[in-house]
T-cell receptor
């Protein structure tokens, strides 16, 4: 049962344009969401997060949007750069403020930014 | 800035052998998480420790055990290894319930 889904296995974007990566979740208990970037043979690198009390969080070129009613979040990267080419994982956790916040990961989207 | 350190980076074992993976969290982080990522799969949560106590448990086989020591480093012990245990094992650390920062992973190959 995949509670966090990234329906696009891959995405190709031209340098300088906007990259939009999507993520859907099914568990309404999730209250904290994160995006990670991963290169082959390396660990996931934290990019940006958002709690369920917000609908938008911005950090430089990265913006995450959360639509709780649709159980959907998206990561916008603008402008996209060739160095952004990597696998992007969406992750979610429940019980924010509790004893643990184990992450449930999506299946990942491979982003390729073409020069 | 200091990152999460994992050792070894690569490990090759035979079936039925044991393996020990080590994780050194970012200084002052008090929570350690272990994840397993099989080929072509997303990372799956195994177990976590907060202040040296187990705080949560996921899909970790009974053949695996883990602990967090007084210096906050953690070890994942894996016994009676099976071919299906071949995977990338990531450790992550966080401060209380903050963002989790991942180490580079240990690639375990069981032959």
């Amino acid at each position: 049962d995949q509670q966090v889904k990234q329906n696009s296995p891959s995405l190709s974007v031209q340098e300088g344009r906007i990259s939009i990566l999507n993520c859907d979740y099914t568990n309404s208990m999730f209250d904290y969401f994160l995006w990670y970037k991963k290169y082959p043979a390396e660990g996931p690198t934290f990019l940006i997060s958002i709690s369920s009390i917000k609908d938008k969080n911005e950090d430089g070129r990265f913006t995450v949007f959360l639509n709780k009613s649709a159980k959907h979040l998206s990561l916008h990267i603008v402008p996209s750069q060739p160095g952004d080419s990597a696998v992007y994982f969406c992750a979610a956790s429940a019980n924010y403020g509790g004893a643990t916040n184990k992450l449930i990961f999506g299946t990942g989207t491979l982003l390729a930014v073409q020069p | 800035a200091a990152g999460v350190i994992q050792s070894p980076r690569h490990l090759i074992k035979e079936k039925r052998e044991t393996a020990t993976l080590k994780c050194y969290p970012i200084p002052r982080h008090d929570t350690v998480y272990w994840y397993q990522q099989g080929p072509g799969q997303d990372p799956q949560f195994l177990i976590s420790f907060y202040e040296k106590m187990q705080s949560d448990k996921g899909s970790i086989p009974d053949r695996f055990s883990a602990q967090q020591f007084s210096d906050y480093h953690s070890e994942l012990n894996m016994s009676s290894l099976e071919l299906g245990d071949s995977a990338l094992y990531f450790c992550a650390s966080s401060f209380i319930l903050g963002e989790q920062y991942f180490g580079p992973g240990t690639r375990l190959t069981v032959t």
